[in-house]
């Protein structure tokens, strides 16, 4: 199998930076509920596609939301979401199903720190135009692509941001 890449890698990309500015205007409740809402309405059916019998990654957004809504505790969550990346392990052989797992498993892990929310757009936007392109694409198709996808990643979150934020979470990115 021909070597691909595994995520988007400019930080200093617009299309990153766009989204990022958004984030940080947030708090970690309302970046934490978008990114699982995305993930499990864009990411999902990605994974889903090619492994419909492996629950992991859904299983995941089911028990970040379950801590989002104080019904368990951290340590329970993070014991399922650590079974999503393993599911991305196991799974190189299907380049956007591993992305889509990997997006999942980062927007799941938001709960746990608010900078894995970005990994919903490093892996996320590769997971879409792997799907609709394939990888063996050109870099310079699939990276416009992806910046497409941010895009919409960016108009989704504003569409559930608050407005004059009380509490921006505190970011420390170190990308």
């Not at 190189?92 to 992305?99: E, K, S, T």
């Not at 990997?102 to 746990?112: F, L, M, N, P």
């Not at 919903?120 to 997971?127: F, P, T, V």
């Amino acid at each position: 199998m021909p070597k691909y890449r595994k995520m988007l890698s400019d930080w200093n990309a617009p299309y990153i930076q766009g989204l990022v500015r958004v984030m940080e205007t947030q708090s970690k409740q309302t970046v934490a509920n978008w990114v699982v809402d995305y993930a499990e309405e864009i990411m999902v059916p990605i994974w889903v596609k090619s492994y419909p019998s492996d629950n992991r990654p859904q299983l995941a957004l089911d028990y970040a939301k379950k801590w989002l809504n104080n019904e368990i505790k951290l340590p329970a969550a993070k014991r399922i979401i650590l079974e999503c990346h393993q599911a991305a392990k196991e799974n190189d052989a299907n380049p956007a199903a591993q992305a889509a797992a990997r997006a999942i498993g980062q927007s799941a892990s938001t709960i746990h720190a608010v900078t894995h929310a970005v990994g919903l757009a490093l892996y996320g936007a590769l997971a879409v135009v792997y799907d609709k392109l394939g990888f063996s694409a050109s870099w310079e198709n699939l990276e416009k692509q992806a910046a497409i996808e941010c895009d919409k990643m960016t108009v989704s979150l504003k569409k559930v941001a608050v407005d004059n934020e009380a509490n921006p979470a505190k970011y420390n990115w170190s990308c």
